[in-house]
């Protein structure tokens, strides 16, 4: 079992790069309000590289949470520092795939997604999934 110690190391760590993530997620956010077209591709990169970073980091940060739930309540009590950075990193990313969502919408706005890369029609039907099983069940 992780020790709060190792815990809050690992979640300092994901939040460092959260933050470093959700700067680049803003910073393209601004180019795409902005009226300068030339600006609106310069942070694609960053973000491209980062990305997969965060993808891997999601498999650490959900054994961190359930190691720390797992956690006797006292020793829960003697470290509320831990319960705020599980806090911190769950906000944070869920802000970055909000302005992410915001972004890749202005960028197809804006005619800059590439055909390859449009999103499903079924992404904007969030009953797919639904009407799809019920249709493989009634067969």
């Known amino acids: 079992m992780q020790q709060p110690a190792e815990i809050t190391e690992t979640l300092r760590g994901h939040l460092t790069a959260y933050r470093q993530l959700l700067k680049i997620v803003e910073a393209e956010g601004n180019d795409l309000r902005s009226e300068e077209p030339a600006n609106w591709g310069r ?5 491209k590289d980062l990305l ?3 993808v891997g980091s999601l498999d650490p940060l959900v054994k961190c949470r359930a190691a720390w739930q797992a ?14 950075l599980v806090r911190q990193n769950q906000d944070l990313l869920m802000k970055i795939l909000f302005m992410d969502r915001e972004n890749e919408q202005a960028l197809l706005r804006h005619g800059l997604v590439p055909p390859r890369e449009l999103p ?13 099983y019920r249709r493989q069940g009634s067969r």
């Open 43 to 47: 942070h694609y990169a960053a973000k």
């Open 52 to 54: 997969p970073a965060l």
């Open 71 to 84: 956690t006797s309540p006292a020793l829960r009590a003697r470290h509320p520092e831990v319960d705020d």
């Open 120 to 132: 499903s029609v079924n992404r904007q039907r969030p009953n797919f999934v639904t009407d799809l």
